[in-house]
């Protein structure tokens, strides 16, 4: 049975869905009504598959046909493959033709707060069927396990089965107030500085904080980019924060003096990344949201003449 079972004579689908209906009907009339052929051929058909099998799956008698040992050994392997054929049949059905369904978004919650939440509205008026589904936690969620759609990261991830695309850069800055206006600064040490907490102090703009500031006392410390965005708009003090953020913001870059310049040069880099599975990049409803993704990000990069590097 072993070698039965091992036979490779170019088996096809269709020669499985006939020994299902022989089995199941036990005759050639029915088991031909059931697949839409005549006796005759289906008889012709099943010599066929016993011979390119090298063995005997029904007996023919008087009553219909009687299925042997091996008829009945080829039996749960044969529905197996029906099953997957229906499912496959019904998956391939289903794909999409447009843009509708629900999208997994993981993106850090200031990203959240400041960029993606509000413009969900208008990709709501571009992609009606569209329902978006947002993690705004700290938590990064594996794209490669499925757990979400598509992501947008600070650092570039890596992986075989990920699509990346660099939708903005920018660089961190000091920020302040727009009514506050200070004069240019000479020494950092006389800024009243909003730092990260201890959870992302190995970031890098916490790290340049401490190397060029190394004995400031925070006036306020959190990692909610959103408060530290309220409280430098309130006028509270300085922080460091994307230059994206002039877009959506009531901040300005601080002013600094020239001998200042050096450690300016150091500010990090900031970039965002859009990250998406290779299996799900063209399934409509993931294009239409990477595609408007991508549009709304490099529309918020700071424009030149308010770039980093101010000086007075």
């Known amino acids: 049975m072993v070698a039965v079972m ?6 096809r689908w269709d020669d499985v869905r006939l020994f299902l209906a022989l089995h199941r009907e036990r005759s050639l ?14 008889s012709r058909r099943l010599a066929a598959l016993e011979d390119s ?19 009945d050994l080829l039996l749960p392997a044969a529905e197996e493959m029906e099953s997957a054929h229906t499912r496959f049949t019904r998956d391939a059905s289903g794909f999409e033709r447009e843009a509708e369904g629900l999208v997994r978004l993981s993106v850090p919650p200031g ?3 400041a960029f993606v939440g509000p413009s969900l509205a208008r990709l709501r008026r571009q992609h009606p069927r569209i329902r978006i589904e947002l993690d705004a936690s700290v938590r990064v969620l594996d ?6 759609d598509l992501a947008i990261r600070m650092v570039r991830p890596e992986g075989a089965d990920l699509v990346t695309l660099k939708v903005s850069t920018s660089v961190w800055t000091p920020m302040t107030s727009q009514a506050a206006a200070p004069k240019p600064v000479t020494r ?36 909610h980019i959103a408060t530290q965005v309220a409280a430098v708009e309130a006028g509270l003090g300085v922080a460091l924060l994307p230059l994206s953020y002039l877009a959506v913001s009531a901040m300005t870059p601080l002013r600094y003096a020239k001998n200042l310049a050096a450690s300016v040069r150091e500010l990090p880099p900031n970039e965002t990344w859009l990250v998406g599975h290779r299996a799900l990049r063209s399934v409509p409803r993931v294009a239409a949201v990477w595609d408007f993704l991508v549009r709304e990000f490099q529309a918020v990069d ?4 308010r770039a980093a590097g101010s000086r007075r």
């Open 143 to 148: 794209l490669t396990r499925r757990e979400a």
């Open 188 to 223: 950092w040490e006389d800024v009243p500085w909003i730092a990260w907490g201890d959870d992302l102090a190995a970031i890098p703009p916490a790290r340049w904080l401490v190397k060029h500031v190394p004995n400031a006392v925070p006036v306020l410390r959190t990692s």
């Open 53 to 71: 099998l090298a063995t005997r799956l029904f007996d023919r008698t008087r009553e219909g046909l009687v299925a042997t040992a091996a008829a």
């Open 302 to 305: 700071a424009p030149p003449a």
């Open 29 to 42: 009339a029915g088991a031909g009504a059931r697949v839409g052929l005549d006796p005759s051929t289906l």
């Open 6 to 11: 091992q036979a490779d004579s170019g088996l």
């Open 111 to 113: 990203l959240a707060d």
